[in-house]
């Protein structure tokens, strides 16, 4: 009996949809665009003004680039604009009202070995003016946390540092260190900072955006934040309301467990793009692209990028889903491959 390739896609389709709560969907199709011009890992993006920034960059010995671009999707061009003020990386960022806002994230120590040392800055930058200004300090110094935007304030959750009463002056794969659960909201009407309820899974390298008028934690890493130093990935989708202060019950598992992702919301829709995992057999990068429907609490899965690679950049601008750059190799598989890939998912 011969059965074609396209009844046996819709076989599989349905029989997902119907036991996991997810669904695959086809039509859209991934294209490329103008190529980023210095290929890094550890970027994230944020569209603003219709155009699309991309920041951060991570060189080997763990040097911060603290790149700074400007995509212009009417003449698919790069523009570099100012350096970030400190040089620093694993920075949670949010887009509110025009102004992009970056939070903690990790420096190059100011003394001795190299390490990651958490830090607590906080900054906005001006994509008008292509200007930077200091905020209020967070609270807690840490590393890659998670921001979103809810409400006219920002939240930035989760993230990695020293265990508490640790000698340990920055965080390292040979010694011991911790995912955090904490939770400070950023107001910038008043450049303050209050703490609200911590996540119940302390995790980092993951993906928060809003949806539904709550702010949802998806994957990312729990127990440190090396993936070589104790930290796993996970599939774990927290949901966080704003107005009671509560975290509500575990949400649908994201299909593919990973860290180290590119996420972007748009339509009521959180799409996680690409990440690493390793396990005992394998170093893995991800080609998948998933989307989390806060509504419905299901999953649908998209067509993979063309390439797999973690620690990449990603935004919507408009309905179009940018992912930009980032290591195609997971760490310690003994190269490090930063591509210059800049592909574009358009959704319905």
Known sequence: MIVTFKLLRLCLATLLAASFSVSVAYAQKWSRLAPFPEPSEELWGAGAGGKLYVFGGIAPGWKPKSLVYEYD???????KKNNMPLASHHVAAAELNGKIYMFGGFKYPDAGKPGWQPIDNAWEYDPENDSWKALAPMPTKRGSPSAAAHGGKIYVIGGASM??????????????????????????????????????????????????????????RIGATFITGGGRGVDLVEEFDPATDQWGRLKASMPTARSAVAWGTYGGKIYV??????????????????????????????????????????????????????????????AETHVEYHDVLEIP
């Open 273 to 334: 793009a690409g990440g690493e995992a390793q396990d005992s057999r394998m170093l893995m990068t991800f080609r998948v692209v998933e989307a989390f429907d806060a509504a419905t609490n299901t999953w649908t899965i998209l067509p993979s990028m063309r390439f797999p690679r973690h620690g990449l950049a990603g935004a919507f601008v408009g309905n179009r889903l940018h992912l930009v750059s980032g290591d195609a190799q997971s760490a310690l598989s003994g």
């Open 73 to 79: 999707p009417a003449n698919d061009t790069w523009t």
């Open 163 to 220: 265990h508490p009463g640790s000698k340990d002056p920055f965080v390292h794969p040979a010694r011991p260190h911790r995912a955090l659960s904490t939770n400070e909201v950023y107001d910038p009407k008043t450049n303050t900072w209050e703490n609200r309820s911590p996540m119940p899974t302390a995790r980092n390298h993951g993906a928060a955006g809003m949806a539904n008028n709550k702010i949802y934690y998806i994957g990312g």
